[in-house]
């Protein structure tokens, strides 16, 4: 049976393709360093498993739940984004989706038609642009230079907009650079995103996951008339530690989020009960645990970041947030005699034990992506093993 020309076109994740190499070798009894999955290495709080665990033994995890979430988690994250956004909204304006990566599944099958045009900075995030096509849009890919944290500008914006355009995809902190966009830069572009009246995908679901005094300013908070324009994602995987409960959800118009609602019903029917009421307890529960896990974090960057910035030929700039390197390693390929990222990753894996995602996946294909979401002495050992692979390939 043919394959339809829909899936045929689709591009595999390439951070999963890595991370299930690296297991695959692991399974081989090699000696694996994976940096390459974006999932903290903590365990879920205890309190969210007490939820979970009490939500089972009193039956009501058994049963379906709305389509759009429990109405109890649905108000949760009203309460949340009016704490941490300082905004307004009721239970209809969200929806709970398995995992954030589904709510932009459903928002973009929801609000796109044929040959509508999304606008996607690069580098960006690998799922954004095969889920726009999936729901028969277009891509539009903006590159973003390394010198300006790999940020968007409204002239480029501008210079990219056509009467097709109909959406605008931002991430901040991003994965994969963790750059983060200040307030002026969001409030412009805010600003031309209301003016041409294109959607703007505020992917925030990095936002408590920042460093050294930097500051997550919310793309809905700038004004009344931004908020209207904007749909958040979020949810509970990163801050939370939750990547394996799959919640997420969607927060904007309730026509839209509506919408989302139908398309929700008759794919997954509802997000699994049991991580529901996990996912009430992360919202409502004690805050202390992401705090813990943001510091965390924010001591292993700055550890870790001169010892990857001093790598033969990486080109790298200091993160804002989430859990990301991003070196360009331009002059490393040449020096290794290489001309192509991918093979280099591949090479690394094969021969330096060192588990990297491409980073052309991401658009950016004189880059590679490194996950510090795992313990100091790994990233150390990985740091040493990629200086050493290096070295090994220029000598020759």
Known sequence: MDISKRAQKLEPSVTLAASAKANALKACGKDILSLTVGEPDFTTPKN????????????KASY????????E??????????????LNYQASNVII??????ALYLLFQAVLNPKDEVIIPVPYWVSYGEQVKLAEGVPVFITCAQENEFKVTVAQLEAAKTEKTKLLILNSPSNPTGMIYSEAELRSIGEWAVANDVLIVSDDIYGRLVYNGAVFTPMA???????????????????????????????GDET???AMNDIASQSTSN????????????????QDTVETMRQAFEARLNEIYPIFAALPGFKLEKPHGAFYLFPNIKETLTMCGYSDVTKWVDDLLAEGEVALVTGAGFGAPENVRISYATDLETLKEAAKRIRAFIEKKTAK
Do not use: C
């Open 271 to 286: 997000p699994t009960a049991v991580s529901q009421y996990a996912a009430l307890e992360a919202l409502t529960g004690e």
């Open 221 to 251: 908070s700038l004004s009344p008339s931004i908020q209207k324009q904007t749909i958040i994602i979020n949810g509970v995987s990163k801050s939370y530690s939750m990547t394996g409960w799959r919640i997420g959800y969607a927060v």
């Open 48 to 59: 969210i498993q007490q939820a979970a665990i009490q939500a089972i033994e009193s039956g």
């Open 64 to 71: 379906y739940t709305p389509s759009a979430g429990i109405k």
């Open 73 to 86: 988690l649905r108000e949760a994250v009203v309460q949340h984004v009016e704490t941490y956004y300082q």
């Open 256 to 258: 839209i989020i509506s």
């Open 97 to 102: 989706t398995d995992g954030a990566k589904f």
